[in-house]
C-alpha cells in the first residue's frame, strides 16, 4: 500500500519538478527574449483550461447515470467562483492570459451547477436514514447466556503460571 503512494508521489514530483524544470529550459533556450512572456503565458493559460475542463468526464457521467452522486456542488461552485476572481484580476491587470481562461472556467463551472440543479434528487441524501427504534426489536444480549471458553494452548510457556488457566464460570456466582 505504501509503496503505491511512494510511487505515486515520485512521479508526481517527477512531473511537476521536471516539467517545470524542462519549460524554463525549453523557453530560455528555444524562444526569444522578447517573446518569453507570451509563450509562458499561453502554456499556463493551456494548464488552466485543463484544470477546468477535468470536470467535463464528472459531467457526462451525471448525465449517463441522471445522478450527482460523483460531483459535489460545493467543489462545483467554488471552481466557479475561482474562475469569476481570477477574471477579474486578470481584467483590472489587464493580462489576457489570466482573463481568458477563467471565462471557459466560469462556463463550465455554471454548467456544472446547472446540471447538478437538474439531476438533484431533494429526497436522496448522503445522511443515514434516522428512525424511531421504539417499536423494533433489539439484539440485546444477556451476559450469563454467554458461554465462556477456556482453552490450554501447550505452545504459550509462562513462568508465572503452572498449568492450564481456568477462568471462573459468572454464571454460577
Given amino acids: ?15 511537476n519538478i521536471g516539467g517545470l524544470g524542462l519549460l524554463i529550459l525549453l523557453v530560455n533556450l528555444l524562444v526569444p527574449k522578447q517573446h518569453r512572456v507570451s509563450t509562458i503565458g499561453w502554456v499556463c493559460a ?46 483590472l491587470i489587464k493580462d489576457k492570459f489570466i482573463a481568458m481562461p477563467n471565462i471557459l ?8 451547477m446547472i446540471l447538478y440543479m437538474m439531476y438533484h434528487d431533494p429526497k436522496k441524501t448522503d445522511l443515514p436514514n434516522l428512525t424511531s427504534t421504539e417499536n423494533q426489536p433489539t439484539n440485546k444480549t444477556n451476559v450469563n447466556d454467554v458461554p465462556i ?25
Fill in 46 to 91: 493551456a494548464y488552466s483550461l485543463a484544470v477546468f475542463a477535468a470536470p467535463l468526464s464528472v459531467m457526462r457521467k451525471v448525465i449517463r447515470t441522471k445522478s450527482v452522486e460523483y460531483m459535489p456542488f460545493l467543489l462545483s461552485l467554488s471552481l466557479t467562483l475561482n474562475a469569476v476572481m481570477w477574471f477579474f484580476y486578470g481584467l
Fill in 105 to 112: 472556467g466560469f462556463l463550465f463551472g455554471v454548467a456544472q
Fill in 149 to 173: 471458553v477456556a482453552l490450554e494452548l501447550p505452545d504459550v510457556i509462562s513462568n508465572n503460571v503452572e498449568g492450564p488457566v481456568k477462568i471462573p464460570n459468572s454464571s454460577t456466582s
Fill in 1 to 15: 500500500m505504501y509503496t503505491c503512494q511512494i510511487s505515486t508521489l515520485k512521479l508526481i514530483v517527477i512531473c
